[in-house]
């Protein structure tokens, strides 16, 4: 079956031929070049024969030109750690100004998308990893962030007004690029972060824009919740086919439980995590979370995925021993 139907089946709630997966992880050093990026994505994409792409474009992508500095790679999950957040003042949020998505970090993004889906072709599904404009706030500022969104709320939304412009224009140059969705990566609605009434101000408000502006044009957009202690709830709030969190997290939810928070695709069953089974364990304890998480979910809308980025050092044989169980 054609891996976009197969995808298309299961957010319909019909049978597919089989339970369709998918993993995804940084691709360092050859992320730091367009070319790189599509040349390590197809070959991690098609050593697995995975159901569909996350784009993992590079971290530092989407605050470079706002004038973040970066250091060198994580050796764990191979992203680029901040060195220097460019935002140290509430009033620093006043000087951000849009940023053309064809140009700089980002358009190399895009350009790496557009190469991407010229060599995949169309018979697979593509999904552009996206910021929420909260997340990539955090990334300007670090955790100071959601002490600006209590104490000086107008400076922050200031820049979050210029962040959402430029990420939905982000957003809708990756879909002209043959984006199928978006895989919008927020990490706000957590306990830890923001009271729910401020995280709808300061986070859901700016993320429905982004979305809003591809949802004529795609057809399979995911919304990540990344972080532990999960307001988890707030999935329903966004108008998208799936949601990818850590399931195997001990704050949850597990996949049985979002069911009552989510109507549609859930991806996530394998534990990432270092310590985790997919991880850190054998290909047979790989393989029990996979029958788990189909257990949980009795293969209804679900998609067989981490929780969120795999780390380098995860064992090959535990990939191959999954996608072995999933079938061809």
């Known amino acids: 079956?054609?891996?976009s139907e197969r995808i298309r089946r299961v957010?319909?709630?019909?049978?597919?031929?089989?339970?369709?997966?998918?993993?995804w992880?940084?691709?360092?050093?050859?992320?730091?070049?367009?070319?790189?990026l599509v040349k390590a994505t197809v070959r991690f994409v098609r050593r697995w024969d995975l159901d569909f792409v996350k784009a993992m474009f590079?971290?530092?992508?989407?605050?470079?030109?706002?004038?973040n500095r970066f250091a060198g790679?994580?050796?764990?999950?191979?992203?680029?750690?901040?060195?220097?957040?460019v935002v140290k003042a509430p009033t620093d949020w006043q000087s951000l100004r849009p940023?053309?998505?064809?140009?700089?970090?980002?358009?190399?993004?895009v350009q790496a998308l557009r190469m991407l889906r010229d060599e995949l072709g169309s018979g697979i599904p593509i999904v552009a990893t996206v910021f929420a404009p909260l997340t990539i706030a955090r990334n300007l500022a670090g955790d100071a962030v959601y002490q600006h969104a209590m104490s000086a709320g107008p400076h922050l939304h200031a820049g979050l007004k210029v962040i959402t412009e430029t990420a939905a224009d982000f957003a809708q140059a990756c879909v002209e690029a043959g984006a199928?969705?978006?895989?919008?990566?927020?990490?706000?609605?957590?306990?830890?972060?923001?009271?729910?009434?401020?995280?709808?101000?300061?986070?859901?408000?700016?993320?429905?824009?982004?979305l809003e502006r591809v949802a004529a044009k795609t057809w399979f957009n995911i919304l990540h919740l990344c972080k532990p202690n999960l307001r988890f709830e707030v999935a329903r709030d966004y108008p998208v086919q799936a949601v990818n969190w850590h399931d195997r997290s001990p704050t949850g939810p597990s996949l049985a439980e979002a069911r009552a928070h989510f109507s549609g695709v859930l991806?996530?069953?394998?534990?990432?995590?270092?310590?985790?089974?997919?991880?850190?364990?054998?290909?047979?304890?790989?393989?029990?979370?996979a029958r788990d998480a189909l257990a949980q979910t009795g293969g209804d809308r679900f998609i067989l995925g981490p929780g969120c980025v795999i780390h380098l050092g995860t064992p090959e044989a535990n990939i191959d021993a999954v996608r072995e169980w999933v079938g061809s």
């Open 11 to 23: 957010i319909r709630g019909e049978k597919a031929d089989r339970i369709p997966v998918a993993i």
């Open 1 to 3: 079956m054609d891996k």
């Open 99 to 109: 940023l053309d998505p064809m140009r700089g970090a980002l358009g190399h993004q």
């Open 73 to 85: 790679y994580d050796r764990s999950e191979g992203h680029v750690p901040v060195a220097e957040h």
């Open 267 to 289: 991806i996530g069953g394998l534990n990432h995590a270092p310590g985790g089974a997919f991880h850190g364990g054998v290909p047979e304890e790989a393989v029990a979370e």
């Open 180 to 210: 199928d969705g978006i895989f919008l990566a927020v990490q706000g609605a957590t306990r830890d972060a923001l009271p729910p009434d401020a995280f709808r101000e300061f986070g859901l408000a700016y993320d429905l824009p982004v």
């Open 25 to 36: 992880r940084h691709l360092p050093p050859e992320d730091a070049t367009p070319e790189g």
């Open 58 to 67: 590079n971290n530092w992508a989407f605050t470079l030109d706002w004038g």
